[in-house]
């Protein structure tokens, strides 16, 4: 893929943790366009605004939880991969109950996410 393609990529980070936010933004910033969100509410409404590649999700959020986010999209059905991301509950059943292949615990493998968005991207 060539750099140029590299910077058309939208991608939006959902969660409520600024820190989690910004350090996930700094490290995408090279290659994606970045958007952020801190709660449900303003991921639902960058995504229908933005129209992202990719979203990467936290699941406790304010206003809307992630399965809502996930719930709302599917209404709407706006189809994008999602990478899940959360320190609560088990992860695996919440991903597999919502069909989302794409899933990793806080806190974060770093290199490990970053793998794992590229995939979610790329198999997109």
Same mark, same amino acid.
């Given at each position: ?65 992630? *399965? $809502? ?10 189809? =994008?991969? %999602?990478?899940?991301?959360? !320190? #609560? ?10 069909? *989302? $292949? ?10 490990? =996410?970053? %793998?794992?968005?590229?995939? !979610? #991207?790329?198999?997109?």
């Amino acid at each position: 893929m060539k750099l140029n393609d590299l910077k058309k990529r939208k991608v939006v980070i959902a969660d409520d943790d600024e820190d989690s936010r910004m350090l996930l933004a700094f490290l995408l910033e090279e290659g994606w366009i970045v958007e952020q969100a801190k709660d449900g509410k303003e991921a639902i409404a960058k995504i229908a605004q933005g129209k992202p590649n990719l979203l990467i999700l936290d699941n406790r959020m304010p206003e809307l939880t992630g *399965i $809502e986010v996930y719930q709302q999209l599917k209404a709407q059905k706006i189809d =994008l991969p %999602i990478v899940l991301v959360t !320190a #609560y509950g088990d992860i695996e059943e919440l991903a597999s109950s919502l069909n *989302i $292949e794409y899933f990793i615990r806080k806190p974060v493998d770093l290199a490990k =996410l970053l %793998i794992m968005i590229e995939s !979610a #991207y790329e198999t997109s």
